[in-house]
Structure formats: C-alpha cells, structure tokens
C-alpha cells in the first residue's frame, strides 16, 4: 500500500474532496470519511471485495458486522426489508432522527452481501448527517457499509490524524472535515412489536440519541450481555476503544491506590481545582473532558480525543472520573467501563 493522502473537505475544497472519494470507492476502493460521530471506514456495501479490504485494513473479525449508510430515508428499502408491523415505528424514527446517530438493525434485504451483516439475516442501518459524508454518499448513488475508522477494539477516531495513526500506510485516502460534532458512535437499536401497544427498543449501544429521546415512541430496554456467545453487538464486547495504557474507571476516589514511582494522568470531567478528583493525587497530567462547566455534549466531543492524548503521555495508567449517568452520559461511562475492561 502506498502512503496514506489526506484531503481537506473544507469550504472550496470540498467538491474536489467529494468527487475524489466517490472515484475511489465506486474503484471498490476504501477510504477514511468523516460522520457526525467518529470517523468511518468506507466502502461500497454491494462489493464484496471492497467489504474484505474494510476487514483486512482494521483487522476486523469476521464475525462482527458492518454499518449500512444510507443518502437518503428513501433508500431504506434498498437495504432492508421492513416489517408490516414495525413499519410505522420505524417511519417516525427516521422522520425525527435521520439524518442523525440513530442506527437501526432491520431484516436485511437480499441485495446485501453477507459479508456486511457477518452472516445474520439483519442489517445495521443509518443515514449520516455529515454534509460531507452525505455528498459522497448520494453521488455515489449507492448504499456505504462504514464501521469506525480505528483499528479493531482500539479507540474510535474523532479527527483526520487520529484516523491516520490508526490505518496510515494501510488506506489510501482520509477525508479530513476537522472534528467530529459527537463524538462518540451512533445509537443501536432493535425494534420488537407489541400489539397494541407502543414498541420495544432494544439497546444494543448507547449513543447521541439518548433512552429519554426514544422513550416517546417506545420502551427502551438494553440488551442482556451474553459472555460465551456471539455477541449482539461486538462493539459491546467489555474489553474495547481499549487504550495501550492500564485504565481505571474510578467510581470512588477512596479506592485509589497510587504505586510509588509510578506516572498517573486523570481524565477529569470539569477539572475543576475543587473537585476531590483533582485533589486526590499529584498527578502527573490532568485533562478535562469538558473544562469549567461540565456540559456532556463538550465530554462525549473530546472523548476519545482526550482518550488518545493520555495514551501517548507515557503514563503507568490512567485514571477516569465518572461523569453523570443520565441523557448522554449513559453513552460516554459505556466507553469508560469498556475502555477500563
Ligand atoms: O456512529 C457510528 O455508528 C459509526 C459511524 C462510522 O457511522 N460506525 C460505527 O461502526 O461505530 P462500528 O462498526 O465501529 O460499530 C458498529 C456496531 C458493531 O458493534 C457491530 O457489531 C454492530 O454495530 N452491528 C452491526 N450490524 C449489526 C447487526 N445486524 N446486529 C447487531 N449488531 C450489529
Ligand atoms: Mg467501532
């Protein structure tokens, strides 16, 4: 594979970024995109050969399947085939939260190859609401089956260098758009029937749309997590976006127990002088997911970015502050618990 180009796809630039890409991937190339979540690997989801370089490129294992994008709600039945009875629901899904990071599992449609699905008879499906992303999505004119742009159970990419450590040398192009507006990947649901009644959710992962958003229009159970089995959502396996460092989520900061000699950095969530995290230890980094004020839209944005700068500091561990676990902060201790294993 020959060096890894990155083109910006800001203002001017992005007619020539977009018609590049397209080329690529109508090619059966793969390239780098950018989502409103994380940074996604594309390729055509009709080309099988296109899909195995996905798999390669991450090492991927084969048994965990692939997200289908989709340029506009229309396409839906190109790629899956919806059933009567979860039809309305999922119209007023898609009508409310598409474009968005919302990723719903559907009945897959026969034109999907079994490579993007890992054999199961459903399909992952979203429409991105990335301007960029949509512009290739839509001249490309076909569906695009994107997992997260990071090489497998590594922390997810919020930006064009982040994608770059993680695959340079092994794709030929990155699209860069600057930051990701989320940060963290899409919602995954399921939608169970219930006669008469309002439908069944299932969570299989916690993302920007949050249980109190979907509430409206069902009950939002989680999944059961299965250990032993094939997992409903490999990117819910509990060891993942799994830094090299040691990581420690630390519910209580009474169960510090600092080794002597050894380097501690802490992801804070405000980062404030007074907070009993802050003060606990004399660390030897300190960063903030969401400095001062504590929003947890600015702590699920620089997440992973925050994630990744700790990784390089050439500490012993990490250490990480709960956040509140309500609205989106469901979305970001579900990346803290899997990154501590
Ligand atoms: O925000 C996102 O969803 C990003 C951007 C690029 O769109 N994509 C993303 O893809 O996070 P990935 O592959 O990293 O995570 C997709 C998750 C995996 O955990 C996979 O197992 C699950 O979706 N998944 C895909 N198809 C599925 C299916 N048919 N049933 C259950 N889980 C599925
Ligand atoms: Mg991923």
Not at 22 to 39: F, K, M, N, S
Request: include cysteine; aromatic fraction near 6%; proline fraction near 9%.
């Amino acid at each position: 594979m020959p060096e890894t180009r990155i083109l910006q796809a800001i203002d001017d630039d992005m007619k020539d970024a977009v018609r590049e890409a397209t080329a690529l991937l109508r090619a059966g190339e793969i390239v780098a995109l950018p989502t409103e979540t994380v940074y996604g690997l594309a390729a055509d989801a009709l080309n099988p050969s296109a899909v195995a370089k996905v798999f390669a490129a991450k090492e991927r294992p084969s048994f965990d399947p692939l997200i289908v994008h989709i340029a506009s709600r229309g396409d839906l039945k190109k790629v899956a085939i919806v059933p009567a009875e979860i039809a309305e629901t999922v119209a007023k899904l898609t009508a409310t939260f598409w474009p968005g990071p919302l990723t719903i599992i559907l009945p897959k449609h026969p034109d999907i190859p079994d490579l993007v699905t890992s054999g199961l008879p459903t399909v992952a499906v979203r429409q991105s609401a990335h301007p960029v992303f949509r512009a290739i999505n839509k001249e490309l004119d076909r569906p695009i089956a994107a997992p997260s742009a990071n090489r497998f159970g590594r922390i997810s990419p919020t930006s064009a260098s982040a994608v770059m450590k993680e695959l340079g040398g092994r794709i030929p192009l990155i699209i860069d758009a600057g930051a990701c507006a989320e940060g963290v990947e899409s919602t995954i649901i399921s939608i169970e029937p219930r006669d008469g009644k309002k439908p069944v959710f299932r969570l299989h992962r916690a993302g920007p749309i949050t249980k109190e958003q979907l509430q409206e229009f069902g009950k939002v159970e989680k999944v059961k997590e299965k250990t032993g089995d094939l997992p409903h959502a490999p990117g819910q396996l509990p060891s993942h976006y799994a830094p090299l460092t040691p990581f420690i989520l630390l519910e209580n900061p009474e169960d510090f127990k600092p080794e002597p000699g050894k380097k501690y950095g802490l992801i804070s969530y405000r980062g404030e002088d007074d907070s009993p995290y802050v003060n606990l230890h004399d660390w030897e980094t300190v960063e903030s997911l969401s400095p001062g004020s504590g929003k947890l839209a600015e702590a699920a944005i620089r997440l992973f970015f925050v994630m990744r700068l700790m990784d390089e500091a050439g500490l012993d561990a990490i250490i990480a502050e709960p956040v509140s676990e309500t609205g989106l902060g469901v979305a970001i201790m579900d990346r803290l618990r899997r990154a501590a294993g």
